[in-house]
């Protein structure tokens, strides 16, 4: 087996854990799979000339979607257990799929992970929505376990379909 | 009530409305032509399109405008509309082009909206078509302090009459600073609400405490904001105003205290505060000390359909409304404290924003009320403070004693009658402008 292969073993269980953790609503575990200095961001996605596909996504430090340090990913979380954050109370079913990894080591030991996602989301009644995009995750072992250091989450959409974006991708 | 008229959905003695005017398609359709067909309605920012050929596709109600800057530097509004069989000549967000192509048959328009070429002009039209009769339909655009207006009504007063003494509030936020402000976005999403309630929820300062008290909890816990709790809000300084058609809030309060920014830290509440006393004197000599040190623009709605600032609900059906969430940020200011406002704007707004996710299931169920039988019949109330608003010494509009109030939205309710029973612009009223506009601050910024 070589090296890229045990690394796609080792991350696959992780992501679908996550995956687990996440449609089972259990978010303070979940938060606890991001490093202390992560950044959580989802750009903007533009109509643009295929050969100006360099603009298509927005850049950090532009609008941004979500560009939530740790700290914000926790007040998300946190804001869930009051009891009153509306748009998750009754919360929505949600099912991850995740899949299409492909991961490889940087230099630094960290390691680059790319999936691609499918999440549907059903809320209250008849609210409905299905999510695609993928994920770039830079990946940093702490204390023997992975851990999610940066999420850049792509989502394959224009305007966005969904009433709100109250789920976590 | 004048029974004549065809639109009477208010009662202002009581602030009952009726509420079928959020569902019905038939007042809906009647809207998009005796609203979005006349008002001056925001359609972009000058920091969207900063350089020459540049454009911005944008919408003016459901229709698709592009904006453009020509080659000399001059703003068109253009209908996304290809002359010949009205396919979109446009079909990215931005860019930058001279020119545009229609993707069908190829007719081509100079980014001013003249109709440059056509294929088979000779050999298949016998140059017999009229092509300067062609040209895309072009809107009248005026800019407030870079904020881009566009109106499709040729009897339309100018924009300065149209946001009247509202200008004198709006001045506080948005031309405030010798280097203007930037745009930044818009974050799209589709919510299944009517677009009227967006609007109407500016000046609702009463849902703060029940409907975001998961996130003002959170943030006072995490950040130390304050809680925004009931009393919080029945004892606030702040007033609630309604000038020429326009629903604002503003903090009344000579405490020199910095502009209230969404859920930001106290460390950037600090760094705000240095900022705001550094640019004072600027300020002071743009509006003038009442303005600079006493009024701070808060939650405010446009008419019709501009949302706190430059942020959009476009009108897509009676149930449905585009939302595009855009931050202003000052130009010039510290690229700390922009990032800051920037983080706090895109957390707490747009469609992931802790405190705007909330809100949208509340705004979509008042939509759906009108749809069932036995609801659709029974009036929202609006009748908080009816009786209990009136002139000001100091402050132009109809200021209500007290910010808790709805005195607003009936209003707003009553200026879009006023618009849907107009014949023609002649017949909508405008407030005289009776502001004392001190400072050095234009239209132009
Ligand atoms: S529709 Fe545009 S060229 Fe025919
Ligand atoms: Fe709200």
């Known amino acids: 087996m070589t090296e890229q292969q045990a690394l796609w073993l080792e991350l696959m269980p992780f992501y679908i854990r996550e995956a687990w953790l996440l449609d089972e609503r259990r978010f303070k575990e979940w938060v606890d799979l991001f490093t202390d200095d992560v950044l959580y961001f989802m750009p903007r996605r533009k109509n643009v000339p295929r050969r100006e596909a360099h603009r298509e996504l927005t850049e950090l430090g532009d609008l941004a979607i979500f560009e939530e340090d740790k700290r914000y990913l926790e007040m998300r979380v946190a804001r869930l257990d009051t009891g009153m954050a509306w748009a998750e109370d009754p919360p929505s079913r949600t099912r991850h799929m995740i899949g299409n990894l492909e991961a490889a080591f940087l230099e630094n030991g960290e390691v680059e992970a790319r999936t691609a996602f499918l999440v549907y989301r059903s809320h209250l009644e008849t609210d409905h929505q299905l999510l695609s995009g993928c994920r770039e995750d830079t990946l940093r072992k702490v204390d023997g376990g992975w851990k999610v250091a940066k999420r850049t989450i792509v989502l394959d959409a224009n305007v966005l379909l969904d009433k709100n974006l109250s789920v976590f991708l | 009530m004048d029974t004549a008229l065809k639109y009477a959905v208010i009662d202002p003695a009581t602030g009952k409305i009726d509420r079928r005017i959020f569902s019905d398609q038939a007042i809906y359709d009647d809207e998009m032509e005796k609203i979005f067909g006349r008002a001056w309605l925001m359609i972009g920012h000058e920091s969207l399109v900063p350089s020459p050929d540049d454009y911005f596709h944008t919408y003016m109600g459901e229709d698709p405008v592009i904006l453009t800057r020509d080659g000399q530097g001059r703003l068109h509004a253009l209908l996304n509309m290809c002359r010949h069989r009205g396919n979109r000549v446009v079909r ?94 818009p974050l799209k999403w589709l919510e299944p609400a009517n677009w009227k309630t967006m609007v109407d929820n500016c000046s609702d300062n009463y849902h703060v405490p029940t409907s975001h008290i998961s996130s003002a909890a959170v943030q006072s816990r995490f ?11 029945f004892a606030s300084p702040n007033k609630h105003v309604f000038v020429n058609g326009h629903a604002l809030t503003f903090r009344d309060a000579d405490d020199n205290a910095p502009r209230y920014v969404h859920g930001v830290s106290d460390k950037i509440m600090q760094m705000f505060k240095e900022y705001h006393e550094a640019t004072m004197p600027e300020v002071e000599r743009r509006l003038g000390t009442l303005r600079a040190r006493r009024v701070q623009l808060g939650n405010h709605s446009i008419f019709p359909n501009g949302i706190l600032g430059f942020r959009l609900a476009l009108p897509r059906g009676p149930l449905r409304t585009e939302f595009w969430h855009f931050v202003l940020l000052d130009r010039d200011a510290p690229e700390e404290l922009k990032r800051a406002i ?45 009786g209990h608003a009136g002139l000001h010494a100091d402050y132009p509009g109809v200021v209500s004693e007290r910010y808790i109030s709805e005195n607003n939205q009936r209003l707003f309710y009553m200026r879009w009658e006023q618009f849907m029973n107009a014949g023609s612009w002649g017949d909508i009223p405008l407030e005289p402008m009776k502001a004392r506009f001190e400072g050095s601050a234009t239209m132009r910024g």
């Open chain 2, 92 to 185: 990215c967000d931005d860019g930058n082009a001279k020119r545009f192509m229609c993707s069908y048959h190829g007719w081509t328009y100079r980014n001013d909206g003249t109709l440059e070429h056509v294929p088979g002009k000779t050999e298949a039209y016998y140059d017999e078509l009229d092509m300067a009769s062609l040209g895309l339909i072009e809107a009248r655009v005026e800019t407030y302090a870079g904020i881009i207006f566009a109106t499709w009504a040729k009897d339309a007063p100018s924009l300065e009459a149209y946001l009247g003494d509202a200008r004198w509030y709006l001045d506080t936020v948005f031309n405030r600073l010798d280097g203007g402000m930037q745009a930044m976005g």
């Open chain 2, 223 to 233: 950040l130390g904001r304050p809680r925004l709790s009931h009393e919080d809000q």
């Open chain 2, 342 to 386: 920037r983080i706090g704007s895109q957390a707490n707004n747009g469609a992931a924003g802790m405190f705007e996710q909330d809100d949208v299931d509340n705004w979509r169920q008042v939509t759906d009320a009108s749809t069932s039988r036995m609801a659709r019949g029974l009036p929202q109330d609006l009748s908080m403070g009816v």
